[in-house]
């Protein structure tokens, strides 16, 4: 009888803590189990305008886009991040008529603050924004100019002209402070890498952007991307 008691305690040391601690791993465990910093790199499409007041807006084609960002993972469930972007492309429309010639370019740095929801061991949802300055400039082609140099022979008593064809471009810009929302999924794939899709949002105050004045920026987008952590 006392043997068998023993027994039956021994079983239950080495299984019931066992099993107790797989149903930890399969139903409770969190995406990331310690905080930690790390690295991300996202790539992706964006699109958007600038919307003048009382005045024609600039809509975008889809404009390429990329972003770098170092973070830190406070807990599991909140991370702070900073962030470096870079978007470019072309303007599609100017009021509704088709633009051709005109590029657009904006650049950034900013924070973001990002909640976490683990859905799963291996799966979290999470949503956020952050603030920042950026910068966008727009470039388009006047047309062609010539540079004329005239050239007078006495000898043969006869007059010409050379001319050099050449492009010239006008550029206009302004600086903006941003807030920006966003929300995406993120897979864990290893303990240390992880793969994330998410949207963004990107709106601005207003400022004098060459000769129109209170112009914003909107830019709005999807990304995928790739975060290694420590």
Same mark, same amino acid.
């Given at each position: ?63 390429? &886009? ?5 973070? /830190?993972? !406070?807990?599991?469930? *909140?991370?702070?991040?900073?962030? #470096? +972007? %870079? ?18 370019? &904006? ?5 973001? /603050?990002? !909640?976490?929801?683990? *859905?799963?061991?291996?799966?979290? #949802? +999470? %949503? ?103």
């Amino acid at each position: 009888m006392h043997k068998s008691l023993a027994l039956a305690a021994l079983f239950a040391a080495l299984v019931v803590p066992a099993f107790a601690q797989n149903e930890v791993v399969v139903y409770g465990a969190p995406v990331y189990e310690s905080s930690g910093l790390y690295l991300s790199a996202k790539l992706g499409g964006m699109s958007g305008g600038l919307k003048l007041k009382n005045n024609v807006d600039y809509d975008f084609d889809t404009l390429f &886009a990329g972003s770098a960002s170092a973070g /830190l993972r !406070v807990s599991d469930a *909140l991370r702070l991040e900073f962030e #470096i +972007f %870079g978007t470019a492309g072309s303007v599609s429309e100017i009021g509704g008529l088709k633009a051709e010639g005109l590029d657009v370019t &904006a650049a950034g740095c900013g924070v973001n /603050l990002f !909640v976490n929801v683990p *859905l799963t061991p291996n799966l979290m #949802i +999470f %949503g956020g924004g952050g603030i920042g300055f950026l910068s966008c400039e727009l470039t388009y082609k006047t047309g062609n100019w010539y540079l004329a140099e005239y050239y007078h022979s006495s000898w043969w008593g006869n007059d010409y002209y050379s001319y050099e064809a050449r492009e010239q471009k006008l550029k206009e810009d302004a600086n903006y402070f941003y807030y920006t929302l966003g929300a995406g999924l993120e897979f864990l794939l290893s303990p240390n890498i992880s793969f994330d899709l998410s949207g963004r949002y990107f709106g601005t105050n207003s400022s004098d952007f060459g000769y129109a004045s209170s112009v914003t920026l909107e830019l709005y987008g999807v990304f995928a991307g790739v975060t290694l952590s420590f």
